[in-house]
């Protein structure tokens, strides 16, 4: 199974509503990625989890918050969010944070604030 | 800081050979990644370089020289499938040898 899951595909929310992305992976990878990816333009990383730790923050706003409750599973909370941060959001996982590990992507949610 | 270079777009013909570029200036290099993404779907793994020199992997084959900063993704017997966006990614320090940066990506269509 080589396969990264994301719930739920498509996701409308207001300004004020809190909602959450979840990424499910089971092959056995220890690390795992948030990115966001704006239309026509390449994917940005927003958070990587080494061991179910938090790894790298790439200065996200706080309005974004992640978290790794197991090996398998990545959630990223939203709470307040903006206009401006509609986008597809990609979890990504691989074997290990080291250097030269093929990164395995799901298939994103397709986020849009209101 | 991070910069990688592509071309935004490139057009080429069904059977034929397609070579796709990407410069890149970091602070660092743990090796260099090539994606293709079809439009809304998730990006999936074509190649790793780490080394200089020529990986080969099918219709796919990608190329890093180091000293110049350069890599190429060559594309064989073009497919109308292959029409996608390709994607040049750097993993460089700061940060974990598995931080992905990637460059603005090339559109490529195959026409018949």
Known sequence: DTEVTQTPKHLVMGMTNKKSLKCEQHMGHRAMYWYKQKAKKPPELMFVYSYEKLSINESVPSRFSPECPNSSLLNLHLHALQPEDSALYLCASSQRLAGGREQYFGPGTRLTVT | ?112
């Open chain 2, 1 to 112: 800081g991070q910069n990688i270079d592509q071309p935004t777009e490139m057009t080429a013909t069904e059977g034929a050979i397609v070579q796709i570029n990407c410069t890149y200036q970091t602070s660092g290099f743990n090796g260099l990644f090539w994606y293709q993404q079809h439009a809304g779907e998730a990006p999936t793994f074509l190649s790793y370089n780490v080394l200089d020199g020529l990986e080969e992997k099918g219709r796919f084959s990608s190329f890093l020289s180091r000293s110049k900063g350069y890599s190429y993704l060559l594309l064989k017997e073009l497919q109308m499938k292959d029409s996608a966006s390709y994607l040049c990614a750097v993993t460089a320090p700061p940060g974990g040898g598995n931080k992905l940066t990637f460059g603005t990506g090339t559109q490529l269509k195959v026409e018949l």
